[in-house]
């Protein structure tokens, strides 16, 4: 873990990698009110190039928005705060964390604008989060114990530390009982998204996708709905059940770490062929090319370090 992560930006400058620490008593660290996101460096022909990084730092903004931190830079700082990190450590592909903390003051939960926030953005090399096996062949996913959130539980929209902890136990679950992935269920009991990443399935030719409700507004989602309806495929946003999904023709997650990996069983039932299905492939091989500068069509989605 962590391979080629040699220096990490903090407020505005570089520290080595070992130094980058934080006090014990930090408020975030105790509470998990504090924003991150996820994002993803590929190699081209030209250089590393960030995939949608001005969408995953808007987010990062919207995400603080939601919990009122002040993030003491603009979208553009970090922006280009971001592009630095990648090439001060000389990687050619990696995964990117930017998060935003509060820092060493007090541990009442009550917060204020005077809090110390921390602004930092590390970067190192990651492969296939769910296996490379997992993308070309797929994965086994079991529909998890625990709930997606109520939508006044917790803020679905933000992408805040403490909104992991149900991930970190479903994954567990699922990996303790052979799975590779878990499947959250929202209150209601629709199908809503695995435990970092968004999901969906494939019938008769036509894309169904969980509205967002409950779950994360993926960067990776919004990509895949636009490459698959320029594919040409109708892309239907609405909750769909288990019991549909275990009867859908083809079905894969996606998520920044997962990217687009195919689903080949849930709870024991083979999915359509039990493998990558033929639609699935032709997304998932269209995004991949996207990602490393081979479809210029899409090049705005790239942003090349320089
Ligand atoms: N849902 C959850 C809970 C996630 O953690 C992620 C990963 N950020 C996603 C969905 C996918 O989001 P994105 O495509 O923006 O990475």
Known sequence: ??????????????????????????????????????????????????????????????????????????????????????KKNELKSCYIRPIVYYGYKSLGLAVSNDFPVDTVIAAWSWGAYLGEEGISNGIKVKTSSFNRFHVNTIATRAKACGNYITSVLAKREALMSGYDEALFLDPDGYVAEGSGENIFIIKDGVVYTPPVTSILKGITRDSIITIARDLGYEVIERRFTRDEMYIADEAFFTGTAAEVTPIRELDGRPIGIGRRGKITEKIQSTFFEIVKGKNKKYSNWLAFVK
């Open 1 to 86: 873990m962590f391979e080629g992560g040699k220096f990490i930006w903090r407020n505005g400058e570089f520290l080595k990698w070992e130094d980058a620490t934080t006090h014990v008593l930090s408020h975030t660290l105790h509470y998990g009110v504090g924003v991150f996101e996820g994002i993803r460096c590929y190699e081209t022909d030209e250089g590393p190039a960030v995939f949608r990084l001005k969408e995953h730092v808007k987010r990062l903004f919207e995400s603080a928005k939601i919990f009122m931190m002040e993030i003491p830079f603009t979208e553009e700082e970090i922006n280009n705060a971001i592009l630095d990190t990648v």
